[in-house]
């Protein structure tokens, strides 16, 4: 909305277009196409200001749903952004890129893109969201510049919605605004709203009392009762809207329950319970068709957040999973790194060097490693499915030998060292 976008205009200006809100201390000179974008790194600082660390939204950013409304423009998919440690990460989604911006720190942060890249943005004159291209950083900082901020809008959180039409790639679609005064902070006026129907011949009234019912999608909220009834949900159907940081082990025990799009199985009954089910909800979980017996020959498998275990092998394979995905479910089984390597490169002009790093592992229980080199010194977080990964401007210690000792993060006993003679890069 307007009102934002006058906030993160008024961030701009004092941070300065062309000045990086963030430490960029590290320069990465002669880049081929990843380049090292000012107009990135203050894309990153404002978009951090419309969610919290966990990634959540903060309440009022999201008015619309729409960043290009919210916000001022959305990227078009994917894109490739740049780390101050050289190395680069691949965003396909609005969700990869918050994940991406909330695990940034001041030893590992975004300072560039991958040009060209598209944006969407909406033409207030036709009425139609447009595809452009940025080939470069002018382009990109000028890209602020005409966005609509407009004058300050003062709105009331009084939710009476108003909706407008818009075009997208030769569809129409619907915007909903909070209110009135939130479409015409985005330029809208009267001739153009319409009551917002709920189309299925709801009589609804607009009272904010909300209600939140579990999908396979996640949690969708909805106005209030009314509005989830028409969507063919009932009042068992309504669980908590407010996330309770329930801290539920990773237990294969499957629960499931009915609502109004099927059967949702959870991993146990502590995560049911956390999305406000009780056990008066559960109901008997289908199993798609899979004959299993009930038979304990369990068998794990290796899953971002860690292993799960299954009953038995048909469990895993109604699940998707395939013999090849199956680990030892042996709790003896440590996390091991392994033939830790480091090949390096000629000298940086700043008499830095590159070092790309590669080594073996077994039972993480991670997705990211740590490195640092003597001295405990913290050099930055990295995939483990990016390995190998170049440091493009290594310092030097002042030793004969450099030196760098790599572990899987939140893991301080899962390390491996390794030192080289260091090049002479006086």
């Known amino acids: 909305m307007n009102t934002l976008k006058l906030f993160f205009f008024s961030v701009i200006v004092s941070v300065g277009i062309f000045s990086s809100c963030t430490n960029t201390d590290t320069i990465i000179e002669n880049l081929p196409d990843p380049q090292e974008s000012e107009a990135m790194q203050t894309t990153v600082d404002l978009l951090k200001t419309m969610y919290t660390d966990d990634g959540t939204v903060i309440d009022g950013s999201h008015p619309t749903g729409n960043l290009i409304f919210d916000f001022c423009f959305e990227f078009v998919y994917p894109i490739n952004l740049i780390y101050n440690t050289g190395t680069t990460v691949t965003v396909n989604s609005n969700e990869e890129l918050i994940e991406v911006l909330i695990n940034t720190t001041n030893d590992l942060y975004i300072i560039g893109v991958e040009f060209p890249f598209d944006v969407l943005v909406f033409n207030p004159d036709t009425d139609v969201i447009e595809t452009i291209t940025i080939t470069n950083e002018s382009e990109f900082a000028a890209l602020f510049i005409n966005c609509n901020f407009g004058d300050p ?116 009954e502590c995560y049911a319970e956390c999305e406000g089910f009780t056990e008066e909800d559960f109901v008997d979980c289908e199993n798609d068709g899979c004959d299993c017996d009930d038979e304990y020959e369990p068998v794990c498998v290796q899953t971002g957040e860690g292993i799960f275990e299954f009953i038995n092998a048909c469990w895993a394979e109604c699940e998707g999973f395939t013999e090849n995905d199956f680990v030892d479910c042996d709790d003896d089984d440590e996390c091991e790194i392994s033939d830790l390597e480091v090949e390096f490169g000629d000298c940086n002009e700043n008499g830095t060097y590159p070092i790309t790093i590669n080594f073996e592992y077994e039972h993480p229980g991670n997705e990211y490693f740590d490195v640092y080199t003597r001295n405990d010194e913290f050099i930055g977080y990295y995939l483990l499915s990016d390995l190998p990964i170049t440091i493009e401007e290594f310092e030097l210690s002042g030793y004969r030998y450099d030196y760098i000792r790599v572990c899987i993060n939140d893991a301080p006993d899962c390390c491996e060292e390794t030192e080289w003679e260091a090049p002479d890069c006086d």
């Open 153 to 268: 809008c003062d709105c009331e959180n009084e939710y009476e919605p108003v909706c407008v039409e818009v075009e997208e790639n030769g569809t129409i679609i619907i915007i909903t605004f909070p209110n009135e005064c939130y479409a015409e902070c985005e330029g809208f006026t009267e001739d153009q709203y319409f009551e917002c129907d709920d189309d299925d011949g709801c009589d609804c009234d607009d009272e904010y009392e909300p209600v939140c019912v579990q999908t396979g999608d996640g949690i969708i909220e909805f106005i209030n009762a009314c509005y989830a009834e028409c969507e063919g949900f009932t009042e068992e159907d309504f669980v908590d809207c407010e996330n309770d940081g329930c801290d539920c082990d990773d237990e294969y025990e499957p629960v499931c329950v009915q609502t109004g799009d099927g059967i949702i199985e959870f991993q146990n």
